[in-house]
């Protein structure tokens, strides 16, 4: 069945666009948390792997390469930093939800801050 989706060109004034295929799940129409998930990783190389192929394309296929690793550095990035706060967060929502105290937050910013935080 067809999709209907906004072509590149409907942002310069063209019509949604009836359109077939899908081989790379419209990768082209995602938004930046759609291509930080985790799915979107392998479409993205894939469409790298194919540009490439192309033997004509490797400025793009490159491009499409260097923001898949973008993409992969911003999330280890991201984890780490989650991991090193997780405590914190979970000591600050007990407090404040009256299941925890004061000292427990102190508790969790000191190992937060002796884990080398920044």
Same mark, same amino acid.
């Given at each position: 069945m067809a999709k209907v989706v906004k072509s590149?060109?409907?942002s310069r004034g063209g019509e949604d666009t009836i359109m077939s295929g899908g081989s790379y799940e419209y990768l082209f129409t995602k938004? *930046?948390?759609e291509l930080m998930s985790g799915h979107s990783d392998t479409l993205i190389e894939s469409m790298s792997n194919?540009? =490439?192929?192309?033997g004509y394309a490797n400025d793009a296929?490159?491009?499409t390469e260097e923001l898949l690793?973008? *993409?992969r550095q911003v999330k280890n990035r991201l984890y780490a930093r989650q991991k090193r706060l997780s405590n914190?967060?979970? =000591?600050?929502e007990w407090w404040d939800s009256?299941?925890?105290?004061?000292?427990?937050v102190k508790e969790a910013l000191l190992k937060y801050r002796e884990s080398g935080a920044i």
């Open positions: 590149p060109r409907s938004d *930046i948390d194919r540009l =490439a192929g192309l296929a490159s491009e690793l973008i *993409i914190v967060w979970f =000591a600050i009256c299941d925890s105290d004061e000292d427990s």
